[in-house]
Each structure stands twice: as C-alpha cells, then as structure tokens.
C-alpha cells in the first residue's frame, strides 16, 4: 500500500523507502513534546521450536554434555523386579567380617544359611519381542512376583526367646551374626503354581524385596529352638499366600482383574489393547488395588511391561498412566517417565495427553517423589511437562492442579543443593526444564498470583546468582522476568529484590554476545527503572552500572555498523558470486543455499557504495537457476533476496520482463507458509506502481491470494497484513467493486476479514503461550487497521 495517501502510514521490509520530507518547525517541536511521554516497550519474541527436544537448538549445551532426547525404549528395559535406586553415596566398610558355617552341626547353637539370590529377569525372559515371552508365560504359569518373601516370624516365643532377641538388638557388629538364624526357601524348579500363591498379603514385618540384604537388621530374628517351627511357617505361608487376603478381594482379582489380563496377554488388536487397559485402570481404581500396597501388583506389571514394544502413541499413553499410578520406583520409574516423554514430544498426542489425564501422574512425581534418588527420572518428567505447558488448554488444566507450588517448592530444593553432590545429576539440567515451564505458565493472571504468593521472584533470582554461567538457565530465568516485569505488581516484587541489579549487569557483562539474553535483560531494567522511582536509584547506586551499559551500546552498534559494511566489501562480495556462477544446488546443495543466504542478509542493507546494489541485476539473473531447481529451501532463500532487491525499478522491471511474477504467483499454492510469505513481498513491491497491480489477474492471483488469506491468516497475522495491503494496492484505484473482485471472491473476503476481525475468534486461534502475545500485539497494531480499512472500502462499493 504504497499510494499517495499513504506512504507515510505503511512502511516495511518489502516497500520502498520513503523520500525525505522537510519538517516544519511545528512538527519538530510535536515531535519533541511526544518524547517526553512513557514509552510503551514491547517485550522481545520468542520465536517457537520447531521441535520439541528437552534442550532447545540455541542451547549452548554441547550434544555430549546434555541427555538425549532422542533414545530406544524396549521392554526388556524395565525391571520385572524392581530395584532400589541406587545412592551415589559411599558407605564405609564395616570392620567386622562375618563368618558363614558351611552347615549346622548337633553341637552348633545357631546356624546361617546363605539365601539363594531371586532369579535374574533378563536371564529368565530373554525377550525377543514383546508377545513371545508373554505366551511363553502365560502357558507355562512362571510370572514370578516382584517380591521374595522371608518365612513369617513365629508367634510362640517364650520371655527368654524375646530377652535373647533384645540383646541382639543392644548387641555389636561382631556378635551380631552369631546370634542370627534366618532361613529363606527358594523354589528351585519352576513348578506351575496357581495365581494365590503367587501374590500373597504379608506382614510388613516378614515382607522382604529382593533388593534388600539378606540379612536385615530390622527384621526380628528366630532363634534356633524355633527353627522348625519358623521352616513350617515359611512352608505354610509359601503354600498360602493369601493368607491375610480377604475372600472378597480375592474373588475381585479372580473375576474382574484377570480376564483383562489374559486379554492383554492373547489380543493383538491396538485398539482393542486400548479399551482394555481403560477397562483394567477403572477397575484397579474400584478395588483400591492402584499404588505399592497392591498384593498382585507384580504380575499386573510384567503383563504392562510387554506391551511398552508395540508402535502405538495411545497404548504407551495407557500402559504409562497404569504403571505410574501403580507407584513404580527405581529404574522402571526413570523408564516410565522416559515413554511419557517420547509421547509428549509430538505435539499431535497432546489431545491423548489431555483426555488420558497423564498429567495428574506426572505432577504427583514432583509432589511425592524423592529428587536425590529419581534426579534423572525428574527431568524426562519436567521434560515432558514442559511439551504439555506449551499448549494453552493444558497450561490452564495444570494451574488448576496446583502445578504452581510444586514448581516453586522443586525450585527451592534444586537451590539447596550443592553442586559438588554427585547424588545430584547435574542441576542447570533440571533448572533448564523447571524454568521453561514457569516461562509459559507465567501467561497466565492465576500463574502470576501464585508466583507472588509462594515468593517465586527471590528464589529465581537465587537461580540466576548460582547458575550466572549457564546461558540456558539464564535466558529462561530472563524470560520468565520480561514476561512479570510487564505487570505493576509483579515488577514491585522485582524491584524489592536489591541483588536482582547487581545480577542483571553481572549478566550484561557477562553475556554480552548472547543477544537474545541481553535484549531481554534490558527489557527488564527498562521496565523497573520506568515503573518504580526506587528501583532508577538502586540500579544507579550498583558500581559501575553506568559503564556496562555505555559499552554495552557501543559494542552493539560497532557490530550493526560491521554488519552493513561486508555488503561494501567487493572481494566478500565477488566470492558469493563466484559460487552462485559455478555451483549449482544439485552438486552442492548446502555451499548455494548458505551463498545465497549471506546475499539475502547484505541485500538488506541500503548503504551507499553496496556492492550488492551495484550488482543487483546479475545477481537476479544468477538466481533464476535456482527457480529452475527442484529444492525448496533454495527457492525460498532466492525468493527473499527478490523480496529486498525488488525494492528497485530496476529490478522490478526485470521480474516483469523475464516473467518472475508468473513464478511468484503459483507459488502462493505451495502451501508453504514461508514461501506464500515471501513471494507476498515480491508482489507487494510490484503492485506499489499501480502500472503493474494488473498482474495479480494472471496465473490465478487473487483467488490465490485469498486461499493463502483463509489458510495461514488466522495462525499468521503478518501474513495476513501483508495480503490485505497487496488487496488494498490492487484495488485502490478501481470506482467500483465489481470490477476489482469476482462476485464470489468478494464474499470470501467478507466473511474472512469480518470473522478475523472478531476479538475473541481472532485470538483464540493462538494456542501457544510463547506467541500468544505478540500475536495479540501484531493482530490489534497492524492487521486490525489494514483489514478495517479493506473491508470498509469494499463494503462501501457493494452498497454505493
């Protein structure tokens, strides 16, 4: 919209520069009484992730100093018995060494038998694939339980039994074998055993777990006199392990929980593996058998366990929700939360992860769970919260959850731990997933609230003081600041922060290459200082203040100066040449692209004595190979470059000649976004000479346009704007309406632009809390007044 009337109003990228006016003495004088006015800042653009991973592509973390993202996930990784997680730290040696008699004689008070270790799962299953065992299993009747059970203690103890046991209690290490009799029995063969007495109800006090010594401490001890009889108990509670199973619950497992199973075990349909895991959660749910105390937890998770191999996002989704409400620990917990984020990280499960309600699971983790023991299964979790918050329907579910103060408690722990803890897997990892949900759920007003109340702003600013050297942790912390120091009451709680200045120019200093920190650390002060009289003293009265951002800007702009003069430099320039003369995409695909990228950035510059502008019209001609070629990334960078040289006659003159704008046009069906983008530029700096807007009649154009409009616009408010200102230059001129559009191109139009041009439709088209913002900015400063005035002039012409 390069008219007349309106040069002054449209100004961008894609247009020609607008002739210097002289100004009055009137209007330099507004000019100056405009200034002295609060500037209203806009908060810098997160652009979002193309994809999701749990370090971003600008993370300065190095691939071999960060977790994968990427990883295989089998079942064969999960545990049929679960193990204690391992602690890093160091035990001291005990100085006695027990001793072990190789067998009981008559004369022998006491005597130890060496328990016989649970069979090794991996050696047991040898699973090649997820059903084999699993029908193997199911035939032969061999699911062990997760649990190994000591003998139940026997009841008839005498008073001098109970003394003895006392003492051993008192006793030393040294005496401590001597006075200990256990006797454990293991089935040697795996004879088929019935479903009661695989899962049995014990005391807590003979319940044992295969991770745990033989020898227990806390287990009260027999004595030899009762060794029979603790042998008969064992035999007996072996033999009956339902013992304290009530009839009721037993008769539940039989006829509700174990036909889901067997289905489990024998059904190779997904979705019907689906509804019967919905089935078999519902019903666990009903007989209270969710969590540890579950009696046959055991086989429910090996029969889950099998299923993880089968490629179905829904069945994973289940199979997780199951397990995790089952209260795994250990590695199955760090597996489980691994499958969760492998779901997560395609952004079309996010219905499935909403309609499962996974997201109670996984909050219940950071509520409940210890962070020293499960460090590394807390980040595939937080990974995965973090995918969830980025979609707006989600975000909200998680604030109602009290997401909020679990992250702000999780925040304070990972403050308070000591950096040299090998217990702890590396801190900044977990801080960079911890912070970039706090990033989207600060969006939010209820977020913000919470934020205030549980004191959040000191604790991040604890963050950036222990962190100040990781750039992750910093820009999202950074982040996090823009968005609250945008809100009065927020900013406050910022300002109350004495040390928040101190760090905020340790960082300046610190990260001064790092633009996207500083900008946003700018923000932040530009905020404070603006916002709050105290917080300009404070920030003046840091030492050295002053300085850092004095030379903060003259390194900024040396650079921006650097930047522009490589476009004056004929040898940089002659090289780019070079290769676009003698390479061609198809033999090197990268070296043309990346050439003809650098070209695109210099032609941006309008600097006098530009070799590029000097040179523009062969470089034209050179890029028109790559129109030829059959690689899209190519075009698109070509298309930029037409985009910043077609703001000259000269070459406007040539896409009309070599026939480029026919180019343009079909490609605005590419369905491409950032293709209909740019080749939008190109017709935009054509159609400012109205000599040449009859172009947009060929090929197609505006109905493509239109598409273009009707697809993209609602997700892309700049290429919105940037059709309806071609629109606007196609039908300046024209008396009336019929003309300028087809009947029905004019009523697409009208229900389009009346539709996005509706506050609440508009706006909820957004989802992703990074954009949402500078989408609303964009739609109310630059799209609204385009599409007001564009439906404004049609209408009229309709109804004149």
């Known amino acids: ?25 009137a209007e330099i004088i507004n000019e100056a009484r405009n200034t002295l006015r609060t500037l209203r800042t806009r908060r810098p653009f997160t652009p979002r992730e193309q994809q999701r991973k749990l370090f971003g592509s600008a993370s300065s973390r190095t691939p071999e100093n960060r977790p994968p993202s990427t990883f295989s996930l089998h079942a064969f990784n999960f545990e049929s018995v679960e193990s204690r997680t391992v602690s890093c730290a160091r035990l001291n040696p005990l100085d006695h060494k027990p001793k072990l008699l190789p067998s009981a004689t ?17 050696e047991v299953r040898k699973v090649s694939n997820a059903r084999a065992l699993l029908f193997k299993t199911a035939a032969c009747g061999n699911l062990l339980p997760d649990k190994v059970f000591l003998p139940v203690e026997s009841k008839r103890q005498n008073f001098e039994e109970q003394a003895a046991m006392s003492d051993i209690s008192k006793s030393s290490n040294a005496n401590f074998p001597e006075k200990l009799t256990v006797q454990m029995n293991f089935k040697d063969k795996c004879a088929p055993l ?59 497992w039989n006829m509700k929980v174990l036909p889901i199973l067997h289905e489990l075990e024998t059904e190779d349909n997904v979705e019907n593996l689906c509804h019967a895991c919905t089935i078999l959660y519902q019903v666990l749910e009903e007989g209270n058998m969710l969590g540890k ?9 090996k029969t889950l366990y099998k299923l993880v191999d089968i490629a179905s996002d829904s069945l994973s989704l289940k199979l997780a929700k199951i397990i995790l409400d089952l209260k795994v620990s250990g590695k199955n917990l760090l597996n489980v939360c691994k499958l969760v984020f492998k779901i997560s990280r395609n952004e079309k499960n996010d219905s499935l992860i909403q309609n499962d309600g996974i997201l109670d699971s996984l909050l219940e983790i950071l509520g409940t769970e210890d962070l020293g023991t499960n460090t590394e299964a807390f980040l595939y979790c937080m990974g995965a919260i973090k995918f969830i918050s980025g979609n707006a329907r989600l975000l909200n579910e998680m604030v109602n959850k009290g997401s ?35 990033r989207n759920l600060v969006d939010l007003p209820e977020s913000r609230s ?8 000191p604790e991040l600013c604890l963050v950036l003081e222990k962190h100040i050297s990781d750039k992750d942790v910093c820009t999202n912390v950074a982040r996090i600041f823009s968005k609250l120091s945008s809100f009065n009451d927020c900013c406050t ?53 002053i300085d850092i951002l004095v030379a903060l800007f003259q390194y900024n702009c040396e650079a921006d100066v650097n930047g522009a003069s490589l476009a004056n430099n004929h040898q940089i320039v002659g090289l780019l040449i070079k290769v676009l003369e003698y390479k061609s995409v198809e033999e090197c695909e990268e070296l043309v692209i990346n050439t003809t990228a650098t070209i695109n950035n210099l ?113 892309d408010w700049q290429l919105a704007c940037l059709i309806c200102k071609i629109l606007w230059n196609y039908s300046e001129n024209i008396t009336s309406a019929q003309p300028c559009f087809e009947d029905d191109d004019t009523n697409t139009l009208l229900v389009l632009l009346t539709s996005f041009l509706d506050d609440e439709l508009a706006l909820d088209y957004s989802f992703d809390s990074d954009l949402r913002e500078y989408h609303k900015l964009y739609w109310e400063t630059e799209f609204k007044p385009v599409a007001q005035k564009l439906l404004q002039k049609i209408q009229n012409r309709i109804f004149s």
């Open 1 to 25: 919209m390069q008219s007349s009337k309106s040069k002054k109003e449209y100004s961008g990228a894609f247009y020609k520069p607008p002739l210097a006016v002289q100004k009055t003495s």
């Open 106 to 122: 008559s004369e022998e008070e006491h005597s130890v038998f060496p328990a016989k270790l649970p069979v090794d799962s991996e």
């Open 194 to 252: 019935t479903y009661k007495e695989h899962h049995s109800k014990i005391s807590p006090s003979s319940q044992f777990s295969n991770q745990s010594n033989p020898i227990n401490s806390q287990e009260s001890p027999l004595s030899s006199s009762d060794n029979t009889e603790g042998a008969k108990s064992s035999n007996k509670s072996e033999n009956n392990v339902d013992a304290d199973e009530t009839e009721e619950e037993e008769n539940y």
């Open 293 to 301: 105390r579950f009696k046959r937890r055991s086989l429910c998770l």
């Open 404 to 438: 909020v103060g679990m992250l702000v408690q999780l925040m304070k722990q990972i403050n308070d731990i000591d950096e040299n803890d090998a217990q702890f897997f590396s801190p900044g990892h977990l801080l960079v997933q911890l912070t970039a949900i706090l």
């Open 450 to 457: 919470k934020l205030l109340e549980y004191r959040a702003i």
């Open 493 to 545: 709680a910022l300002a109350d922060c004495s040390r928040c200045y101190v760090l905020f120019l340790a960082l300046l200093n610190k990260h001064t290459k790092k633009q996207d920190l500083v900008v946003r650390i700018i923000f932040i002060l530009g905020n404070l200082t603006a916002k709050n009289s105290r917080a300009r003293e404070q920030f003046l009265e840091v030492q050295g203040s």
């Open 603 to 715: 032609s941006f510059y309008q600097v006098k004595d530009s070799v590029i502008q000097e040179r523009k019209l062969y470089i034209a001609e050179l890029l028109l190979k790559l129109f030829m070629s059959n690689n899209m990334d190519g075009i698109l960078e070509a298309i930029r470059v037409f985009g910043n040289l077609s703001q000259y006659h000269e070459i406007c003159d040539f896409i009309i000649q070599r026939k480029v704008y026919k180019f343009m046009i079909t490609l605005l069906d590419a369905k491409h976004q950032e293709v209909c983008f740019s080749a939008c530029g190109v017709l935009i700096n054509l159609t400012v000479d109205k000599n040449r807007r009859s172009i947009l009649n060929e090929e197609g154009g505006i109905k493509k346009l239109i598409d273009c409009l009707r697809d993209f616009g609602p997700t």
